[in-house]
């Protein structure tokens, strides 16, 4: 670390210049660059006296901060790239120079690995500290080089878990000519410049990886290295959990609220009609929040449309069964008959058989205090007027048990769909 801070603070330092070797050195330190890059030294040559031996590149990855686009799916960062590697040809006794230990070269004069960005590129704006850097050169021959890039790359986008997704972002770098028996790698991993990288406004790190790989070439036994670098991004989901979770679960409550009122109240279709408006207006409202690419449809988009269709239904419905319980015809055997069935055993004794009796004489005395109000609105929504209480005392109550029964079951129904919509289809932070 100590060396990498040497060399970005002597990048400020613009006094030293590519190299000049028809220039007559002034002091130890000139003498001994151009003793090392005037004396026959070939940058365009492999730093190594044996032809077979290969070049090790150690590799480290420094992010300093980035930016995730979610309309491109591409993820911006600005990183530092720590290579190190031994070159044969650049060493020197210190004993010889002054104490002279290190120095700091310009890139162009010496060999530089071959490395490029396979899946990834390069910003447009290119500046010295990444195409052109300064290393730190010891007496031992090892070259510490930093330059300082901006990549683009692109990433698999899973908007499935919205607004708790990742993102999964590859960075891949190789040689471009040289072969793993020419150039090698070795990855030394990665990590984040300081407390204030991870500290985006919309998106956080939550993992890094990286690892080498080796691509055979076809007729040959020799692979290109390549270095893989690999950033799990999580979206920054504190405010879409009051925007949207507080909503859907208002809404869940309620559908299930309305069906806990008697079939026959206004207040049920009024609650129930107004929810779908408000459906309606919300996913209007999601569409615009929810990113417009990917693949995959967002888990909250599918449970606020078939929210919006059970809400529709229950609507229908609930007309169904205030007519059927509102009907003045006798009901057929067979309706008898499946009622009996139902309720003939124990749990349909608890769910339906001893209640129902309650429920009509409940739902009979709020029809007495209402059916003589003659309500406009209730024409409308209902389709026909309340009968009178002489009317309907004589009737069977058959048809009246069926509709307590549906609306009973539709009530469970409902309730256990909803539990399991918010199991599966309510995104969770990971």
């Not at 899946?119 to 850097?133: G, I, V």
């Not at 449809?297 to 007519?323: E, N, Q, W, Y």
């Not at 009509?360 to 209480?389: Q, W």
Request: aromatic share 10%.
């Amino acid at each position: 670390m100590k060396a990498v801070l040497i060399v970005v603070l002597l990048y400020q330092i613009n006094r030293i210049v590519s190299m000049n070797c028809d220039v007559e050195p002034k002091n130890t330190e000139a003498v001994l660059r151009k003793k090392l890059l005037c004396n026959k030294y070939d940058k365009s040559e492999r730093p190594v006296k044996s032809h077979t031996d290969a070049v090790i590149v150690n590799l480290h990855m420094v992010l300093q901060n980035f930016n995730f686009v979610d309309s491109l799916q591409k993820l911006y960062i600005n990183v530092w790239l720590l290579l190190t590697w031994k070159d044969e040809f650049l060493n020197w006794n210190p004993m010889e120079y002054a104490e002279i230990k290190e120095l700091v070269i310009d890139s162009e004069d010496i060999w530089l690995p071959d490395m490029m960005p396979y899946s990834a590129y390069y910003s447009n704006n290119l500046d010295a500290s990444c195409t052109t850097p300064k290393c730190l050169l010891a007496s031992s021959g090892l070259v510490k080089c930093v330059p300082a890039c901006e990549y683009h790359s692109l990433c698999r986008s899973d908007y499935s878990n919205w607004p708790f997704d990742r993102q999964n972002c590859t960075l891949r770098f190789g040689m471009w000519a040289e072969h793993s028996n020419e150039v090698d790698f070795i990855a030394n991993g990665t990590s984040l410049g300081s407390e204030d990288t991870n500290s985006h406004n919309e998106w956080n790190i939550v993992s890094t990886a990286v690892q080498k790989h080796e691509s055979p070439l076809a007729d040959s036994s020799n692979t290109y290295p390549s270095v893989i670098f690999n950033y799990i991004l999580e979206r920054h989901s504190g405010s879409h959990c009051a925007i949207i979770l507080t909503p859907a679960f208002i809404m869940v409550a309620i559908n299930i609220i309305s069906l806990w009122l008697n079939c026959c109240s206004l207040e049920r279709l009024v609650m129930l009609g107004s929810n779908v408006i408000i459906h309606f207006l919300f996913i209007e409202n999601l569409y615009w929040q929810v990113p417009f690419n990917g693949s995959t449809t967002p888990s909250f988009l599918t449970f606020f449309r078939d929210s919006l269709v059970i809400t529709a239904s229950l609507l229908v419905l609930t007309v169904f069964i205030k007519h059927i319980y509102l009907s003045d015809s006798e009901a057929p055997v067979a309706v008898s008959g499946i009622i009996n069935t139902l309720t003939g055993n124990q749990l349909g004794q608890k769910l339906f058989g001893t209640n129902l009796d309650q429920d009509n004489a409940r739902i009979g005395a709020f029809n007495e205090s209402t059916a003589g109000e003659n309500s406009a609105d209730t024409v409308i929504l209902v389709g026909e007027n309340l009968p009178e209480p002489k009317k309907t005392a004589g009737k069977s109550g058959t048809y009246k048990s069926l509709a307590l029964m549906i609306d009973r079951i539709l009530y469970i129904g409902i309730t256990v769909t909803y539990v399991l919509f918010l199991v599966s289809l309510i995104p969770k932070r990971s």
